[in-house]
């Protein structure tokens, strides 16, 4: 990733890149087979290009990609809506297989902010309001998007949620594949051509004089 410095030159720096996975937690989305299997493949390809792992800590198919993460190596990161470890499992109901857990303290909705704003790119798959959320605000924020399309819920009707429903634009870091191996060579190059806003509420800040 490229930060311009202040006379306008690009400074280079290089890390792992963070890769959140956020998607369907409850409902007949988690039992589908076909989500699950794609589930595992991108928490398996995840791990095996040396990403680190990031969700929300949650169940569902963001906890079946976690595990597949692990079983090939990966290290994973949950951001957790829970104040402790004990609220995380006994009031949440949570997984808590990761190597680390960040606890905010936040309940859902805040914590979603905080999921998207620690990875470098998100990867959508399946999802209901829960995962809209979490959609709605990485695409206002400029993050670099992954979606894997036939996986169930909002992941098959992204389009026409961006450009029917909301008259927007898909934006050129926004990525599609079925094939979650696929997605995430579209992703890493969106991340590495597009580097995020300097600042937040980007978009409000072009309006202004000067």
């Known amino acids: 990733m ?18 959140g996975v956020m998607g369907s937690a409850s409902g007949a989305q988690i039992k589908d087979a076909v989500a699950i299997t794609k589930a595992k493949q991108l928490g398996n390809e995840i791990a095996k290009r040396g990403h680190i792992f990031v969700n929300g800590a949650c169940p569902g198919l963001p906890n079946d990609a976690l595990l597949a993460a692990q079983e090939s190596g990966g290290f994973t990161i949950g951001i957790s809506p829970a104040f402790s470890e004990y609220q995380h499992v006994y009031e949440y ?76 634009e898909i934006p050129p870091n926004m990525v599609f594949d079925d094939d979650p191996a ?29």
């Not at 490229?2 to 306008?8: E, N, Q």
């Not at 809209?132 to 026409?160: K, M, Q, V």
């Open 93 to 168: 109901q949570s997984p808590h297989d990761h190597d680390m857990l960040i606890y905010t303290g936040l309940g859902f909705m805040e914590r979603d902010i905080i999921n998207i704003r620690s990875v470098d790119g998100v990867v959508f798959i399946g999802g209901g309001i829960g995962t809209l959320n979490e959609f709605t605000i990485a695409y206002d924020e400029g993050r670099p998007i992954g979606i894997i399309t036939n996986s169930g819920g909002i992941s098959n009707s992204i389009p026409h949620i961006v450009e029917e429903l909301c008259l927007r």
């Open 182 to 210: 696929k997605l995430l060579d579209k992703l890493e190059i969106a991340i590495r051509s597009f580097p995020l806003p300097l600042q937040k509420d980007h978009r409000v800040r072009k309006g202004l004089p000067g």
């Open 2 to 19: 490229v930060f311009p410095d202040a006379a306008g030159h690009g400074n280079a720096s290089y890390h792992r890149m963070k890769i």
